[in-house]
Antibody
């Protein structure tokens, strides 16, 4: 049974860096694609980026190069960093898994709310 | 940039109704489309991928169709647990989501 679990601070100050981790159990992250999606309060879903082991990383251009996704195979987890955050980055952040080829998310974490505020 | 446009943004329906949601891509995406269901406070759940393939465990009252730029999600007989928000998502290298359709109780 695959499980994903997000962790990290729930409050980040403006201009600082948001850092989240997603712990994966039940499958090795060497397989599959792993990504981050966020949802601003009352809004729709926005993909942030995704990565797979040994492959290139794709990011949503709207993040303007502020996002970084990295896999840690020793811990079977992957991380998200978003630099220079503003209030617009306040959202629930989800980590998710996709099979290769077509990118569709079949396993999700429960989501972690992050607020950007001083 | 490729954009995904869903309509309607909301629909009021009763249990037993047939509900149809459409999703239009701004350019041809073949059949690279997925549909999700999301309930308040929960992560989305994958319903359909490849435009028409039901994900494991998804009830057969859900169906998807379409190819190219126009796609449809149909719930043949709405059940109480189906009141939720539904999203389409293009499934190619840039997996943008549509804006969502909220299925509300009439």
């Amino acid at each position: 049974q695959v499980q994903l679990h997000e962790s990290g601070p729930g409050l980040v100050k403006p201009s600082e860096t948001l850092s989240l981790s997603c712990s994966v159990s039940g499958v090795s992250i060497i397989s599959y694609y792993w990504g981050w999606i966020r949802q601003s309060p009352g809004k729709g879903l926005e993909w942030i980026g995704y990565n797979y082991y040994g492959g290139p990383i794709n990011y949503n251009p709207s993040l303007e190069s502020r996002a970084t996704i990295a896999l840690d195979t020793s811990k079977n987890q992957f991380a998200l960093k978003v630099t220079s955050v503003t209030a617009a980055d306040t959202a629930v952040y989800f980590c998710a898994r996709s099979h290769g080829g077509l990118i569709f998310w079949d396993e999700w974490g429960q989501g972690i709310p992050v607020t950007v505020s001083s | 940039d490729l954009q995904m446009t869903q309509s309607p943004s909301s629909v009021s329906a009763s249990a037993g109704d047939r509900v149809t949601i459409t999703c239009r891509a701004s350019q041809d995406i073949n059949n690279w489309l997925a549909w999700y269901q999301q309930k308040p406070g929960k992560a989305p759940k994958l319903l359909i991928y490849g435009a028409s393939t039901l994900h494991i465990g998804v009830p057969s009252r859900f169906s998807g169709s379409g190819s190219g730029t126009d796609f449809t999600l149909t719930i043949s007989s709405l059940q109480p647990e189906d009141f939720a928000t539904y999203y389409c998502q293009q499934a190619n290298s840039f997996p943008f989501f549509g804006g969502g359709t909220k299925v509300e109780m009439k």
